[in-house]
């Protein structure tokens, strides 16, 4: 059974609209991180890349990219199924290149919303993101492969995790040009 947490927030009515969608999205492979530090507010306070790490920025074309969060319930604990969805435009060498690496490796993603109240996040913090789908298909969506990346099937699932503004910095300056 798992433990029972407190709730000790009021769950509040916010009247702002809210924008959807995302800002900007970059990828970091897992083995690239050095260190990171997450506060028991479970928020990202600091985080270093290993020498000649790179983050690798996404474009945000209209819904190109999407993020989503469920319920992964276990015996042991309730976790988040945390999902990226990524349209690859590249039809080019570069774009097979990519979708091989993306097929291959395991990532966390940092995110910031286009709502500006919104608090940045980083996706698959604990078990990191690994591809779960690819599609192609030549009669839909202008040809370009759509890529989803989730929390791995046999992992207990994710928390919420945030992002402060030193970890995002260190990101964004390390992204490739």
Request: proline share 2%.
């Given at each position: 059974?798992a ?5 000790d927030?009021?769950?509040a009515?916010n009247?702002?609209v809210?924008a ?14 050095d ?18 790490a ?5 474009d945000?074309?209209k ?8 319920l992964?319930a276990t015996d042991v604990?309730n976790?988040?199924d945390?999902s ?9 060498a570069?774009g ?18 286009r ?11 604990m ?5 779960s789908d690819?599609?192609t298909?030549s ?5 370009f ?7 791995p ?5 994710e928390k919420?995790t945030?992002?402060d ?8 300056n390390?992204k490739?040009?």
């Amino acid at each position: 059974m798992a433990c029972i947490k407190a709730l000790d927030k009021a769950i509040a009515y916010n009247c702002e609209v809210g924008a959807t969608g995302l800002r900007e999205l970059y990828l970091v492979n897992v083995a690239d991180i050095d260190t990171m530090t997450v506060s028991a507010a479970n928020s990202i306070t600091a985080l270093t890349l290993k020498s000649g790490a790179k983050s690798v920025p996404v474009d945000i074309v209209k819904n190109g990219v999407k993020v989503t969060e469920a319920l992964k319930a276990t015996d042991v604990s309730n976790g988040l199924d945390q999902s990226l969805t990524i349209v690859l435009y590249n039809k080019s060498a570069n774009g097979t290149l990519i979708l091989d690496a993306l097929m291959n490796g395991r990532f966390m993603a940092a995110v910031s919303y286009r709502d500006l109240s919104a608090s940045r996040v980083m996706l698959g913090t604990m078990c990191g993101l690994e591809v779960s789908d690819i599609q192609t298909d030549s009669s839909a969506n202008g040809g370009f492969t759509t890529i989803t990346l989730k929390t791995p099937d046999d992992a207990k699932g994710e928390k919420r995790t945030l992002l402060d503004t030193p970890a995002w910095t260190t990101i964004v300056n390390a992204k490739l040009t």
